[in-house]
DNA sequence: ATTATAAACGACATTAATGTCGTTTTTCAA
DNA sequence: TTGAAAAACGACATTAATGTCGTTTATAAT
């Protein structure tokens, strides 16, 4: 069924692999998925899994690193688009995905980063930490130009801002995965959310 | 070493096993750790550990509500203290928990939720919606109070301050534990956060 | 002392996943 | 069309943890 393959061919392989991956991950978490797993649902021996993916904790991170890639829709200013209203359509957003959370990769994403916790390995994944960063920079740059466009009046660092936001959407994930859409009422949270933002942020409207 | 024995003493072992198994858990977190760590932390056999907890999932949840119970230093309004300095106190504690995250349970604690996914574990255990919800009852009972003693005028639900607040320090818990209290500016976060609780609060100092 | 009780022990069977490696199969190029 | 390269296969050895259970040992009551 293949050898002596184009790059091309690999790189399909591959990515019909991280597929398969994906679906594994959504529906048993990182902590209960194994590498069996994915054979089985990708079918596919355990030598050609292996000649992929070292282990399954390679194999996350590739997956992550692939996901993150087709996001590509960051938090980039929009012309013509007030910057109060991006933030709220991005809210909402994290809203929805919050809400189905159960056909996502967030749980997951959840346990693998609980699961690196050496040192040493936090080290060994820079990306991890990157990943991270690079969001607080974008939400920051996003906060400063609306600053600087007379649309916001911030009432807090903007870096500080971008953290907090982070860390609130982040909470809210954890807790929904812990115990359902209804018991958090993720709604009525994302409407805290917003009337802390429109403090932080002083939008001029 | 121990047979036919008073019930006392069956307590206190039981009591030694579970600080056994918390060095482990913070040592090793939830997912990592082992029956077999366990008794070679507690220096006991097989057999005896058995003969307490059925298994690991039982265990920690155990522990877990052993340490509850610990933590009798609940949200109840103090005579003679501003329900805002109350507020601001009980702050600078999360902050000094989320910090020194490595020597706490707080990670164990995410990890044994999120393994918890299946509904069915869910609801064999309903202590841990139990937990979630008494912590939203005393936030919100509190704010109430605040709020009837004239010291706050709220601008939002009382419940949805209290699970924002929730979600707010889970999420910072979370990202600590992965990238480490430096880089999540767990200080910075602290003041975002009285920041907003000040703007959903409107004490009236 | 003696003895019934049950706490603690630790060997064992079982299960499940991992990573490796020799073999088979397929493809591409000559 | 043939053969070298390597993709895919799957058996296997290894590792590690689990829960059970027959045995040993300490305790407390008589």
Redesign the interface.
Known sequence: MAPKVSDEYKTKKKIELLQAAKRVFITK?Y??ATMQDVMNEAGVSRGALYAYFDNLEHLYLELLQFEDQQDVQFFTPIAGELSWQQVTKWVSKQQVEIEKIEQTLS?AN??F?????DQQK?QSYPY??TR??KMVDVLTAFFAHGTATGEFKL???P???A??L??????????T????AE???VS??M???L??LR??LGPVQ
Chains 1, 2 share one sequence.
């Not at 982070?166 to 807790?175: F, K, P």
């Not at 995965?177 to 359902?180: E, N, Q």
């Open positions: 978490g902590t209960r749980q959840s346990e980063f609980l699961s690196l916790r936090q991890i930490t991270y960063e009432q807090l660092p870096e500080a801002i953290r907090y982070i860390s609130v959407i982040d909470g809210l994930m954890l807790d995965a812990h115990l359902g018991k958090t009422k009525e949270q409407e805290a959310l009337f802390s403090a932080m």
